[in-house]
């Protein structure tokens, strides 16, 4: 036993998941690199980011993956699914449609994945407040339906970034260590 091997021990994979243009790829930029882009297309994601994060004073490595923008012709491929063990979902809280895409996101990750996947609903973007169009109360009650975590999270302004990815690792790390 020692450091190194204790550094090598967990790696998780999660992978993000949600309709285009909710903020998959800036939560992660946020998370990972502490970047946001204002005008992101698509296309800024790489394939995934492996971030070093410390649990319960142990080296946790979280390998999160991007979709790159292939949802967008609903063809995210079950490569991208294979070995997740962690999923955030992500809607965008100014924008319904992508409220009621989770049903169908929660299908496939259950398709492709075990159905014991640890998973985060979060809704997006919550600094835009006035343009709101799902309460915190119907996120919320969707989790509790679902048996999924749940938060509002800023990419923008920063809020509940880390804490949703560190929910998520944590659970993943209780439950697999
Ligand atoms: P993706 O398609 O799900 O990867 O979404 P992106 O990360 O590319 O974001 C789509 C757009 O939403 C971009 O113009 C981002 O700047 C913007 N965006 C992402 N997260 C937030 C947020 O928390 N707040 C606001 N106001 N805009 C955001
Ligand atoms: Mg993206």
Same mark, same amino acid.
């Given at each position: ?5 204790? /550094?090598? %021990?967990? =790696? ?5 998941? !949600?309709?285009? !243009? ?6 992660? /930029?946020?998370?990972?690199? +502490?970047?946001?882009? &204002?005008?992101?297309?698509? @296309?800024? !994601?790489?394939?995934?980011? $492996? ?14 993956? %991007? ?9 995210? @491929? ?9 999923? =955030?979902?992500?809607?965008?809280? $100014?924008r319904r449609q992508t409220f009621d895409s ?7 990750? *259950? $398709? *492709?994945?075990?159905? +014991?996947?640890? #998973?985060?609903?979060?809704? +997006?973007?919550?600094? =835009? ?6 309460? $915190? ?7 509790? @339906? ?6 509002? #999270?800023? &990419? ?10 560190? @929910? ?5 790390? +209780?439950?697999?260590?």
């Open positions: 036993y020692s450091e190194q091997d204790s /550094a090598n %021990d967990y =790696l998780f994979k999660i992978v993000l998941l !949600g309709d285009s !243009g909710v903020g998959k790829s800036n939560l992660l /930029a946020r998370f990972a690199r +502490n970047e946001f882009f &204002a005008n992101s297309k698509s @296309t800024i !994601g790489v394939e995934f980011q $492996t971030q070093k994060m410390e649990i319960n004073g142990k080296e946790v490595k979280a390998q999160i993956w %991007d979709t790159a923008g292939q949802e967008r012709f609903r063809a995210v @491929t079950s490569a991208y699914y294979r070995g997740a063990v962690g999923a =955030l979902v992500v809607y965008d809280i $100014t989770i049903t169908r996101w929660l299908n496939e990750l *259950h $398709t *492709h994945c075990d159905m +014991n996947v640890i #998973t985060i609903l979060v809704g +997006n973007k919550k600094d =835009l407040k006035d343009a709101r169009e799902v309460s $915190t109360a119907d996120g919320k009650s969707l989790a509790e @339906t679902e048996s999924l975590f749940f938060m509002e #999270t800023s &990419a923008l302004d920063s809020s509940n970034v880390n804490a949703a990815f560190q @929910t998520i690792v944590k659970e993943i790390y +209780n439950i697999l260590s």
